[in-house]
């Protein structure tokens, strides 16, 4: 009787080992698909003015830069929410995420932007660098910079 109890252990730990060591494995670290995300998120936030979106999104002391222009967080969730320029159409192309450590990433890519200005109705593209970082409230974005290519 001790000899199959012993057996049966024996079966039940070789059996239920491998479900075990899965288990434990560490939870993937890759933060491609989530700031994927948000970088879509971003262009659905452009077209909707969401400034709650972008509160989120931007670190306090975050930073961007078009062309030769610096701005501030304040400045761009201004633009973003009461700007004079209509966002109609956003998407991103050709995004990469570049992982410098668990909690720093860069993204690239292009953003399209369709709309309406002062000028009249247009299409930008942007050449973009996004500098996210993790902390206790997920990943915010400490730096962009964009580079609009030069209407053809």
């Not at 700007?83 to 399209?112: C, K, Y």
């Amino acid at each position: 009787m001790l000899r199959t109890l012993i057996r049966s252990t024996l079966l039940i730990a070789v059996v239920c080992a491998p479900s075990l060591r899965a288990q434990r494995r560490p939870v993937s670290t890759d933060p491609t698909a989530e700031l994927t995300r948000l970088e879509n998120d971003w262009t659905v936030g452009l077209v909707k003015r969401d400034r709650a979106l972008f509160e989120r999104l931007l670190a306090p002391h975050f930073v961007y830069t078009e062309n030769d222009k610096l701005s501030r967080r304040s400045d761009v969730l201004h633009d973003v929410a009461e700007g004079s320029d209509t966002t109609t159409a956003a998407r991103n192309e050709g995004m990469e995420v570049h992982q410098f450590a668990p909690n720093t990433a860069v993204v690239t890519g292009w953003l399209i932007v369709r709309g309406r200005g002062k000028g009249g109705a247009f299409v930008h593209r942007y050449r973009f660098t996004d500098t996210w970082v993790k902390g206790s409230t997920g990943w915010q974005i400490v730096a962009a910079q964009d580079y609009r290519e030069a209407s053809k």
